[in-house]
């Protein structure tokens, strides 16, 4: 079984930017489709970008919310998956999680459900505030 730990949230003002990284261990990130979803209080999990596996071609996605602003990357030798945001808003604040997906990896990443992720991470705030 794997084990997903973010790190990279906090505080932030809104225009401002931050890195989140999500270290993977005891399964390889390549073989796999990744994700980063968030959520807030009182709502469900909300996916904002993935990444497909390496077996079909590494594609990515974002959801309307985030696009072109965020930035999801995948670092094959270190095994960690990254998520640089910009042009934050307050409404991006969230806590967010990283997940990948271990029971599947032949399809585009947009067309897992969250339910279908079985690795997630333990989840980390972002706020965004002046």
């Known amino acids: 079984q794997g084990q997903l730990v973010e790190s990279g949230g906090g505080l932030v003002q809104p225009g401002g930017s931050l890195r989140l990284s999500c270290v993977a261990s005891?399964?390889?990130?390549?073989?796999?489709?990744n994700g980063w979803f968030r959520q807030v209080p009182g709502k469900g999990r909300e996916a904002i970008s993935c990444i497909s596996s390496s077996a079909v071609g590494s594609t990515i996605h974002y959801e309307d919310s985030v696009k072109g602003r965020f930035t999801i990357s995948r670092d094959h030798a270190k095994n960690i998956l990254y998520l640089q945001m910009s042009s934050l808003k307050p409404e991006d604040t969230a806590i967010y999680f990283c997940?990948?997906?271990?029971?599947?990896?032949?399809?585009?990443?947009?067309?897992?459900?969250?339910?279908?992720?079985?690795?997630w991470g333990q989840g980390i705030q972002v706020t965004v505030s002046s």
């Open positions: 005891g399964v390889n990130l390549d073989y796999h489709a």
């Open positions: 997940a990948a997906l271990t029971s599947d990896y032949i399809r585009p990443c947009e067309e897992y459900e969250p339910y279908e992720y079985d690795e």
